[in-house]
C-alpha cells in the first residue's frame, strides 16, 4: 500500500515522445530525457522529489567525495568509448552483409546503442548523448520496420556512430 506513493522518475529518450507520455500518464514523477540530464542534475532533482515524501532518507548526502566519484565515472566512460565505437561499427557492417537484417542483429544493435546513449548521458557527455539518442531512435526505426534497413539508412548509422568516436575523443 506504501509503495503507492512512491515517487516515480524516468529517463527516456528524447525521441520517445509517445513513452513519456505514457509514463506521465501512467503516474510518474518526474521526466527526464537522458540525453540532457546530467549526473548532477538527476541528484539534486531526485533528492528534492524524495525530501517532499515520505521516503526521504533522514540524511540526503552521498557517502565519500561525490564530485571526484562523477570525475572517475566521466573518465572511464571516456576511456571506454573505443571499444564501444568499435563494436557498434562491427554490429552495423555484419548487419549491412544480411540484409535484410536478422531481428537478433537488430535488438543487438539497439541494446548497445542504448546502452551507450544512457552511460553517456548519465556521464553528463550531453552533445555525445543527443547523437547515441538519435542514433537509437534510427536502430528502434530499423527494429519496427527492417524492410527500411537499406545501405543508405546504415550509412547514416555508420556515419552516426563514427561521429560519436569523433565526440569521444
Known amino acids: 500500500e506504501n509503495l503507492k506513493t512512491l515517487p516515480v522518475v524516468v529517463m527516456s529518450n528524447a525521441f520517445a515522445g509517445a513513452l513519456g507520455r505514457d509514463a506521465t500518464v501512467a503516474g510518474a514523477t518526474k521526466l527526464f530525457a537522458k540525453n540532457s540530464c546530467g549526473p548532477k542534475r538527476l541528484v539534486k532533482e531526485v533528492r528534492d522529489i524524495l525530501a517532499a515524501t515520505e521516503f526521504a532518507p533522514e540524511e540526503m548526502s552521498l557517502p565519500g567525495d561525490t564530485t571526484m566519484r562523477v570525475k572517475d565515472f566521466r573518465k572511464d566512460v571516456t576511456g571506454g568509448m573505443p571499444a564501444r565505437v568499435a563494436k557498434l561499427r562491427y554490429l552495423i557492417e555484419a548487419m549491412a552483409a544480411e540484409l535484410p537484417p536478422a531481428k537478433e542483429r537488430l ?63
Open 107 to 169: 535488438l543487438e544493435i539497439h541494446r548497445a546503442v542504448h546502452q551507450l546513449a544512457g552511460i553517456v548521458s548519465l556521464a553528463g557527455f550531453s552533445g555525445i548523448a543527443q547523437l547515441a539518442c538519435a542514433l537509437e531512435a534510427l536502430i528502434k526505426e530499423l527494429n519496427a520496420k527492417p524492410q527500411k534497413a537499406n545501405s543508405s539508412s546504415l550509412r547514416t548509422a555508420l556515419e552516426a556512430v563514427d561521429m560519436l568516436g569523433t565526440l569521444a575523443a
